[in-house]
């Protein structure tokens, strides 16, 4: 289930010292990586003075807090409650300090991503890669011996680059499928880990919170992608949390990086994550709308994004129930979001399970869904329309935005999920996040 590439070859490759003014970036190294499959899960950031209720105590100290209360009129968060953060709804983790705040994460289950067969994978040198025959490129593959935070990215290259930014050392992991086509430009994805959470385990291949959790597979974006030419990154935050103050400015310098490695469409830039991955999703995005053309952020801690300096696609998701991210405080982004770019003012509704449910293919069918065990080709995991028998969510949409964008909050159902209804990967409707955001993005491809 996953394991066979745990006996993987590990390269690590020393990478020539490089000074960059202006970046803070000293030197920078890389390592390849086994595959799937493990949870990946969300975190949060304390919430403002006046709000803060402590949090069970680990290896580290922290607290978290109910978010503010806000004037609209769909169901608000429930109170904040003591709940441990358990690592795909299984156990608590500890919890720790971050720069920007103290937070605890969940781990979550979700599809598998990361690597392939051992015969398969075209970045695993077993195999040749096809491409096209007027780009010979692509029958390249990367050299074990190759610096990998800037030799030119190949179709299934799975990269671990580590370097040091602003006097601290940051990593990153960027993946591209063997649907990656050098020739062509890719869109670019940074996928945001939550609090106390690593990116071994947001990518799945690491378990979280120890082995007595079971095998999840992630945030799935691995996934959601396959078949497309794009290009996956996730960064990991200091102290695997986030701060709106510095981050910003990393996470762009990451996306210089890996445009330093391949060439991307700069009109699909975009930016996802988690708890408080959303968090730096929001702040990083509406900072620069010209350059991250799209925004999910899911069960985000809370933020706001007063203006844009160009329209901008965003789609959100939230529990109801969520004690410790404010669902109230979401929608209200997504309003204001609607507003930044002058939607209509009245929003269409879509459902997912239930009665009225659409068509699109956004759910995973059995019997491998979130949390399932992996089949033998960890990226054939069924997808079909939500059937009528799940519980039901459902995406309010505002269309009518300058450039044709649109905004989208979706109230997933997640009554089931643990750590007080805070929604992961997985859900009670069984959609499938990264797959709808993805969905989303590329509808607005011209």
Known sequence: MGM??????????????KEQQGTGQVDQSMSAMPSPAAPAGAGMEAAPAGT???????????????????????????SSADAPVPGNGV????????????????????????????????????????????????????????DPCTAPLR????????????????????YAPPSFNVCEPASLVLDMHGASESIEVHI?????SGSQN????????????????????????????????????????????VEAMAEVDPEKRYLTGISMGG????????????????????AMLTNSCRSVDRPIPHIAFHATGDSLTSYSDDRDLAEQMAANNNCDSTADTVY???????????????????????????????????????????????????????VRFCTVEAGTQRLGGHLLYTNDTALHLARMSWLFFKSFWK
């Open 204 to 208: 799945g291949i690491e378990t979280f």
């Open 352 to 406: 997912y399970g239930g009665p009225n449910t659409s068509d699109e293919p956004v759910c995973f069918e059995e019997p491998y869904g979130p949390g399932s065990p992996e089949p033998d080709d960890p990226y054939a995991v069924p997808i079909a329309a939500c059937p009528s028998d799940r519980p039901e969510s459902s995406c309010q949409v505002w269309r009518g935005c300058d450039e044709d964008v649109e």
């Open 279 to 298: 968090m730096i999703t929001v702040a990083t995005g509406c900072e620069d709308t010209n350059r991250w053309r799209g925004m999910a952020p899911i």
């Open 155 to 174: 179709p299934g290259d799975d990269r671990l680059c580590e370097f040091t930014y602003s006097g601290e050392r940051r990593k990153f992991f960027v």
């Open 52 to 78: 803060q209720q402590q949090g069970p105590t680990g290896s580290g100290s922290g607290a978290f807090a109910s978010m503010p209360g806000s004037t609209s009129q769909l169901p608000a968060a429930g």
């Open 91 to 146: 156990a608590p983790p500890a919890p720790g300090t971050g720069s920007d705040g103290d937070g605890m994460t969940p781990g979550n289950g979700d599809a598998p991503m990361t690597g392939g067969s051992d015969a398969s994978n075209p970045g695993d040198g077993d195999a040749p890669i096809d491409g096209p025959a007027d780009c010979p490129e692509n029958m390249e593959q990367t050299p074990e011996d190759a």
């Open 214 to 257: 079971p095998l999840g597979y992630g945030s799935s974006w691995r996934r959601a992608i396959q078949g497309d030419n794009v290009v996956v990154v996730t960064p990991e935050g200091i102290d695997l949390r986030w701060s709106r103050a510095n981050d910003p400015g990393f996470l762009n310098e990451v996306a210089d990086m």
């Open 4 to 17: 066979r590439w745990l006996l993987s070859l590990v390269v690590l490759a020393a990478c020539a010292t």
